[in-house]
Structure formats: C-alpha cells, structure tokens
C-alpha cells in the first residue's frame, strides 16, 4: 500500500487550515524579537559609548534619541555640538577604528530599529484590512496581540469576554488558584482607554473594552461587516457611564 | 562495539556506556540530529530518550514488546516524528505507521518525514475524534503520546476502534495534563483503574529523569 494518498489528504489539510491569523502570529513574535535585540544592542552599545564618551552617554539614555544623535557620526566632536555639552571628556580616548567600529554598530542596530517598523506597518494593514471593527475598539497594536494570544481569530470569538479580559495575565490568573485575587485585566491595560481610568476603575473599565472586543471580532468573523462606527458609538456611551460612576462613588 | 538484540530491530550499542539504537530501514539520514553509526555495512540509529518517551522506557528496563516487522502501527500524538520515525525503522518496510497529529506546524515536519518514509501515513486530525480519520485497517500495536486531560477516554475510544485483542497498546501518561494538585502515583493508579475493564496491565514503568511527570504503560487488549 502507498502512502500517497495520505500524503496528498494532510498536505491538503494543512494549506486548507491556514490562515492570515497564522501570518498575523508570526510577524508580531518577529516584532517582538527584533525589539528584544534592539534593547540588547542599544543596551552594551551605549555602554561602549559610556567609556568613550560619558557625558554624552549619560544623555542618550533612551533608545531612539541615542540611535538620532550617533546615526551620522559619533565622535566627540560632532556629538558635543549637538548636544551642547563640553568637548572635555574623561571617557577614554578611542582611535578611528574604534570610532568606526562604533558608528558601524549604530548604523546596524538603526537599521533593526527600521525593519520593526516595517513588519509593524504591514501588521496595522493587515489588521485594518481583515478586522476592522476589531480594529476600530482596541487599535491596529492590541488587536495583533489579542489574535496572537488567542491563537486565532475564530477561537478569540469564541472566548468570553470575562476570558478576552484577562488574556495575557495567564500567570496571574494561575496564581489565583491558589488563594490570591484573580487578575483584573491582561493586554487590556494598554489599551488608550485605561490610561485616563483612575485606578480603582480600572477593572470595570477592562470589562467593558473586553465586551466590546467580543462584539467585534464576532462581526468581524461571522457578518465581515465593517460596522465599527455603530460600535464605537455604543462602546463610548459605555465608557463615559463607567466614569461618571466614580463621580458619583 | 557489539550489539545485544532486545527485540527485532531494537538493540543496545554496547561500548562504554549503552546506548539505545535502531536499525534504519530508510538509509542514514538523521531524522531529528540523532547519531548514526554504521556496523559490518548496516545503518543504525540512536534513539535518544529525551525526545522519545518509548525509548526512555527502554532505559528503564522495558526488556520486550509486542512489535515487529509488517506490523501495523496506529501512532496519536505524533508530533513532528521524532519516535515516529524509529516505529518506522522497527516496523521496517512492509509495516504502516499512521500517525495522527493535530498541530499544523507539526503535523508539516511529520508529512515531510513521511515523503522519505514511505511506511508513515500522516494524518492531520484530532486523536478524540477517530471516526473522522481516512479509512484505516485494525492494527496490530497503539502508541498513544497526547498530553491532554482526556487522554484515557482517547485512548480507549482508538483502542475500542482500531486495535486488534490481544495486542499491545503503550500509553504514555502525562500526570500533570490530568491532575496537576494530586500525587502523580495516585493520577495513574486513578487511570488504571479505568483502563482494568478493557485491558490487562502488564507494566508500568516511571521514565524519570528522562521526562517528568510521566508514566509509559503496557497495556494488553482483552
């Protein structure tokens, strides 16, 4: 007997039982890695420019501004009119090669800090494209991560919402069992919302965005309409209700 | 070298220490990264216990098992086809391994695998629900290797189906899939207690340290 019937049957299976889902995971554990190694090269490299250049290293602390400052060159000279700090330094002084050795290093870890923008780009249209009213109730970012911890789109439809709220918060919610409070919110917490939420409305508030992220995704699999609008509406009526309660309270 | 039989197919590769190997019946590629040693023009291959519970089970003391050449083999659970593929090697190349596998990613490697291996019949599908599988003949040996809460029920609903009485069936058991609070000793003798009716128990063997938690038990059908 031949196995290529098999063969045939699960390859069918398999292309069949993909997704853009499947895409949509994959970028953003890419985008997820490629910051991890940005932090990890922004980290020694600024530490190598600390022995160079102290002073202005002390400066360049955030990772985007060191990656801005240092992109063109980064001997003391050019760095020091930039920053408006003293040419004077007591870092120790690094020959040429060393200095391009540097800028070299910058350059690359400038070019990651580019190619995660690009990959983040290509999520938000892929988002704004397949999943608008997702898209619409928690941004192009969220709604990512949410398909990603769901594992796909349709079994995030099937959660509840009590579950779409504490997506993220796995080992919180683990260490619940055993006699600690249950988490309040997961991923929900960056969602734009909660920021302006005093903190002892936040856990209502994760209610309601969890509610809303359910409605949407429903439409967004079952009816593939784009009713974000009507939605959006509704889920802000909801918003304001919640903190007026705290007026009130 | 030299080589102690334990059943066909299987041997230990005796030097300084003992190591489990397989005779190859599709050549010398390594499948997974394992060693391949060539003795008196034959090609054999390890099987390293620590990606393979069934060899692990060999490591602790598992001397002899009901399987063998032109054996049909019903695999759940089949991962990426790392055990697979020495089922393959000791069911040789008139045997049939259907190996049932649920996860996409993996399920790609084992149907991979199976393009070289002509014995292994890939099938993409869920292990709980065995009437959905593609016409597949009673077997004669069942390997069952899912780390999931039901994975009793599952393995009595495929044996009831597919498994000829009277041959074996080698469950390996995830305790902590079951019962994470309870004694891993209590889960199994629970799980026994279940299986009694359908099979006789003819060993269980513990494979700490090569996995944790987990159990591999050699059950015959009655």
Known sequence: MDNNEFIEKARKKIKDGLSVDDLIRKLIAFSDSLEKGENTIFEQLNDLYFLYYPEAADKLKERDKFIAALKESCDRKSISEKLAISIESMGFDLNDEDIQLLSLSVNELSNISDLRKVVNDRLNDIIKKKYPNLNAVLGSELSARIIYLAGSSSSLMLMPSSKIQVLGAEKAMFAARKKKATPKYGVIYNHEIMLSVPENLKGKMAKVIAAYTSLAIKTDVLSKEDKSSIIMEKMLKDVEKVKKWNLKG | ?222
């Open chain 2, 1 to 222: 070298m030299e080589l102690k039989r334990i059943i066909d197919r299987v041997y230990w590769l005796l030097d300084r220490r003992r190591t489990l190997v397989t005779l190859s019946a599709y050549g010398g590629d390594s499948v997974y990264g394992e060693k391949i040693f060539n003795l008196d023009g034959k090609i054999y291959r390890e099987w390293v216990p620590y990606r393979s519970k069934f060899a692990a089970a060999f490591y602790k003391g598992l001397n002899g098992v009901d399987i063998k050449d032109g054996y049909k083999v019903l695999y759940l659970g089949a991962s990426s086809g790392t055990t697979v593929s020495h089922v393959s090697d000791i069911i040789g190349v008139n045997g049939q391994v259907y190996a049932v596998e649920i996860a996409e990613e993996m399920a790609v490697n084992l149907i991979l695998l199976a393009e070289r291996r002509k014995n292994i019949f890939p099938i993409v599908g869920d292990a709980r629900k065995p009437e959905n599988y593609p016409s597949i003949p009673k077997c004669d040996f069942l390997y069952q290797d899912v780390a999931q809460r039901d994975q009793t029920d599952i393995f009595i609903k495929n044996a009831d189906l597919f498994l000829k009485s009277g041959k074996i069936g080698a469950f390996a058991v995830k305790t902590r899939s079951i019962n994470v609070s309870l004694d891993p000793r209590e889960v199994i003798r629970n799980e026994v207690k279940k299986l009694r009716s359908k099979f006789d128990v003819i060993r269980e063997i513990n494979i700490y340290p090569y996995q944790k938690d987990h159990s591999l038990l050699i059950l015959r059908k009655k």
